[in-house]
């Protein structure tokens, strides 16, 4: 094999990339220690995803230290991207304060992904296997962080879930309880979606803007979705002002720009909406796709 040049790069190049480098302030492994924050959070909230064969009360202390120290390192860290200080100590008491809440809700969203799909036979399988719910739970662990004023962090949590399963969530958006998504790849829910509890998304499925300009960053930018609702595959809502009434159905591939009451059923040919009809079947896949 013949010996590589000395020095490979462009004319001009290195001298740049040696300044970029030394101008850098991101702290240098943040995305592999957030990785490991992830990990020992999953494996302490989750016996199924811990390595460790058995788990007595000492070594879960012991797992609950690590996960905060990773924690604490990452919160010191981030904060000397922005130059503000942050007590990194009380913030990770304060996101393990939140564990019981976080953990009641994941409860809620891991049954919600078993009671909706026929082809799940157990809560179990769903924490194990269930792409909607793995993103889920990072983007509950990452919302928290962000609730605490923790930059960057969030993104990078919710960032892993979104290369493990192609589902992206910000770790911005107030999403309710029994939250689930069936399949999940390629679904998009923006920074300012709200959704509330009982919501079930498909594949593909886009809660997006109406408009990408930067001067739009801190305006509600993205849907609100009501209790109850369900959103079949590749259906697309945009807008900050649009609002899905509560107990409605969007079809697939359905584009929506504007509100639809509660109890609407929308479908696919010209976007028709109606209300449904109380026929005893909330869920009724009445559609003309």
């Known amino acids: 094999m013949p010996e590589a040049a000395s020095n490979p790069l462009p004319p001009g190049l290195l001298a740049a990339l040696v300044q970029a480098h030394r101008d850098c302030s991101i702290p240098r492994g943040l995305r592999e220690r957030c990785d490991r924050f992830t990990d020992g959070a999953l494996a302490l909230l989750y016996p199924h995803l811990d390595a460790a064969l058995t788990r007595d009360e000492a070594s879960l202390r012991s797992l609950a230290t690590l996960v905060a120290g990773e924690l604490e390192g990452i919160i010191g860290s981030v904060s000397a991207t922005d130059g503000v200080a942050r007590d990194a100590r009380a913030l990770a008491t304060a996101w393990f304060a939140a564990l019981p809440a976080l953990r009641e809700q994941l409860e809620e969203d891991a049954r919600a992904h078993d009671d909706g799909d026929p082809a799940s036979h157990s809560v179990d399988e769903v924490i194990l296997a269930y792409p ?117 159905i969007i079809g697939g591939n359905v584009w929506l720009t504007h509100s639809v009451p509660a109890n609407s059923l929308v479908t696919h040919d010209g976007a028709r909406e109606r209300l449904r009809q109380n026929d005893g079947d909330s869920h009724a896949p009445e559609f003309h796709i």
Do not use: M
């Open 132 to 248: 909607g719910f793995r993103a889920t739970v990072l983007y509950r662990l990452s919302h928290v962080l962000l609730e605490l004023g923790v930059p960057l962090a969030p993104r990078l949590i919710t960032e892993r879930a979104h290369r493990e399963t192609g589902i992206d969530i910000h770790p911005g958006a107030r999403i309710g309880r029994a939250f689930s998504i069936d399949h999940g790849t390629g679904v998009v829910i923006g920074e300012t979606s709200v959704i509330g509890d009982r919501v079930k998304l498909y594949q593909g499925v886009t809660l997006g803007a109406a408009a990408v300009r930067k001067d739009l960053a801190n305006v509600k930018r993205h849907p609100t979705v009501q209790d109850d609702v369900v959103i079949y595959a590749n259906a697309t809502i945009l807008g900050g002002d649009t609002v899905i009434g509560a107990q409605s």
